[in-house]
């Protein structure tokens, strides 16, 4: 048997690759993040299969539940919210389960910065304005940041942030980042992405938290924060020297 973690993509079924598609419909037991994950995924899953809701569960129980598929000889399908490569507690978990002589395999998933960035319709990397991606969380009571890490670090690269796990603290985060990115910067949140209630909101520095605190959102959402998401509406962006049509380039001559 193996222990197959999938990512399970933003949420909307059709968003899973069909690698994922054939693991979760070949696994015996299916273990999942009811808080994230629904019906509409869930329906891949082989009639008959063991549907475990990991939600409220620690790190030893959902091993528990692996390790009793393994000594039943049943695959397991453990679904990974957006991309197991982010927050998805992999390493904890295939550390015990290598310690119990478990096989384990990885399948990526659509994270959910991608998923949000597809429903702004914006690029997060536009020439001359952002080349780079910050994908990173907040802390409070959570496990603690390392020292070199902190959002006023970031800040000071002005490179596009994906900030994950931050939606309750959403005005204080957005005070940290006015100095280095001015506040008309813009923001945006994306919700649920790519399910029913799926919520996008715009704004800037100075006002995205007025709208966060009065849709009530809690869980569940993205915060994009950088000059490249404004950058198509301005179009003063310099064309990419791989594919600009006005950039001179030397070609040979005969």
Request: some cysteine.
């Amino acid at each position: 048997m193996t222990v197959h973690f999938i990512g399970a993509g933003p949420g909307a079924a059709d968003l899973l690759t069909l690698r994922a598609v054939r693991l979760i419909g070949e696994a015996q037991v299916c273990l999942y993040a009811g808080t994230y994950i629904g019906p509409e995924v869930l329906a891949h899953c082989a009639d008959g299969a063991i549907l475990v809701d990991t939600q409220h569960l620690d790190l030893d129980a959902i091993t528990e539940h692996c390790l009793l598929a393994h000594v039943a000889g049943q695959d397991v399908a453990r679904l990974c919210s957006g991309d197991p490569s982010m927050y998805s507690a992999i390493a904890e978990q295939t550390r015990r389960l290598d310690r119990a002589g478990v096989p384990w395999d990885v399948t990526p998933g659509v994270p959910a910065y991608a998923a949000a960035a597809a429903l702004l319709g914006r690029e997060l990397t536009v020439p001359e304005v952002a080349q780079s991606v910050v994908l990173t969380r907040a802390q409070r009571d959570s496990t603690q940041m390392p020292e070199t890490e902190s959002l006023a670090h970031f800040a000071r690269s002005r490179a596009t942030l994906v900030l994950h796990l931050a939606i309750r603290r959403t005005r204080e985060l957005m005070a940290t980042l006015v100095e280095d990115y001015g506040a008309d910067c813009p923001v945006a949140v994306v919700a649920n992405a790519e399910q029913p209630d799926q919520l996008v909101l715009r704004g800037t520095l100075t006002d995205i938290a007025d709208q966060v605190e009065a849709a009530g959102l809690r869980q569940a959402a993205v915060i994009l924060v950088g000059h490249a998401l404004a950058a198509r509406d301005t179009d003063d962006f310099v064309e990419s020297h791989l594919y600009g049509t006005r950039i001179a380039r030397n070609r040979p001559r005969d």
